[in-house]
């Protein structure tokens, strides 16, 4: 396999930091109105490409894919992906017999990806499959080993872990080829990706007996720390954190929720911290609404979740519980005591041609 390595010079991002190339793939089986397959793609967690198995074609989701890549590349990737929906299908099958599960809605993902810091170039790379909301397959890159938690899945990563060539083709694609990719997509998008935009931060209450939550909305990129004070100094216990959301805009939410009574609220200082990209914003003002009401940037993100459920990010969404932080060829191993290995990626196995993306 033939790598062209694609070097940037004199690029620059206007925030500097972590930078991470995903991608999610949701196979579903049983009655549900939703397409059997869908894959998502993300840079820095903005959706920038989408598949699924009723359109059977890989189509761009933002303006800056679509004016930096033609219709072969789009070609390029839909192939692979109507490979993998069928491996998932094969696969969901396999998990139901082992699984003892004969009816029912049954979800299979794979989650993939690498990540490059701009500062110290430093990268990692992920993979990941999951089964009807559980760690079933985990690869882990500094060992370049596979494992499982669950007894069900030991038998598939050893399977993998004895396929030579199938590491090795892991270890080039996500050191080389998805890191060369990444910086690709970030030039593409550059003038998009370097925006910053800082959260608006709310305490929100709806009765003064319910919890209390900060809420922070409308920021961007989506790194972002929330942290409760209580007379200054950090509280841990009975604090829930919300999963990241998307809104429609292509800003990013996300909602840290605390449990305390009336008294405690009069006879201590609380307030929220939120911190994104150096800055510092506080709240410490409640605002309560009435019970049959709710808050109107929390109704803005339950619209958000609708419409992209509808574009197609149910897959990033429908993904295991536990937050994780992702060739045209494809390795099936047809042995049904074996998971079969979909190793698909999108992307060839070739670096991205260097071009002029002035």
């Known amino acids: 396999m033939w790598l062209v390595v694609l070097v940037f010079v004199g690029v620059h991002f206007a925030y500097a930091g972590k930078h991470s190339l995903k991608y999610f793939y949701t196979g579903v089986s049983g009655d549900i109105d939703f397409p059997e397959f869908t894959a998502v793609g993300l840079v820095d967690d903005e959706q920038f490409m989408y598949f699924d198995s009723n359109k059977k074609e890989a189509v761009p989701k933002t303006e800056w894919m679509k004016q930096n890549e033609g219709a072969d590349y ?24 082992w699984f003892n599960q004969s009816a029912g809605v049954h979800t299979l993902q794979r989650m993939y990806g690498c990540e490059w810091d701009d500062q110290t170039e430093a990268t990692n790379a992920f993979k990941q499959y999951g089964y ?20 069900q899945g030991v038998q598939t990563a050893q399977n993998w872990n004895n396929k030579k060539g199938f590491l090795e083709n892991d270890r080039n694609y996500y050191s080389i080829v998805c890191i ?7 030039q593409y998008g550059k003038r998009r990706l370097q925006k910053m935009v ?22 961007y990129p989506s790194g972002v720390t929330i942290t409760w004070m209580r007379n200054g100094q950090e509280l841990h216990e009975d604090v829930d954190l919300s999963e990241l959301l998307p809104n429609e805009d292509g800003t990013f939410q996300r ?21 994104h990209q150096g800055k510092t914003m506080t709240a410490n003002e409640i605002r309560t609404n009435n019970a049959d009401s709710a808050p109107i940037s929390i109704i803005v993100g339950v619209v958000a979740v609708v419409l992209l459920m509808f574009s197609g990010v149910a897959g ?23 998971l079969s290995s979909d190793s698909s990626s999108v992307e060839n196995t070739k670096g991205p041609k260097k071009r002029d993306t002035r």
Do not use: M
Request: hydrophobic share 30%; proline share 4%; aromatic share 14%.
């Open 316 to 338: 990033y969404l429908v993904y295991w519980k536990k937050e994780k932080l992702g060739p045209n060829t494809s390795a099936v191993d047809s042995a049904t005591s074996l």
């Open 255 to 275: 909602t840290s929720t605390i449990k305390f009574t009336p008294d405690e609220y009069k006879n201590n200082k609380f307030s929220c911290v939120v911190e």
């Open 180 to 186: 060369e990719w990444l910086k690709n997509y970030l």
């Open 74 to 97: 789009w070609d390029r990737q839909t192939q692979p992906l109507i490979g993998s929906h069928q491996t998932f299908k094969n696969n969901i099958q396999f998990l139901k017999e």
């Open 132 to 151: 009807d909301g559980e760690d079933f397959v985990s690869l882990d890159w500094k060992e370049l080993r596979y494992f499982s938690p669950v007894q």
């Open 198 to 219: 800082s959260p608006r931060v709310s305490l929100l209450q709806k009765s003064s007996s319910s919890s209390v939550s900060c809420h922070a909305t409308g920021f």
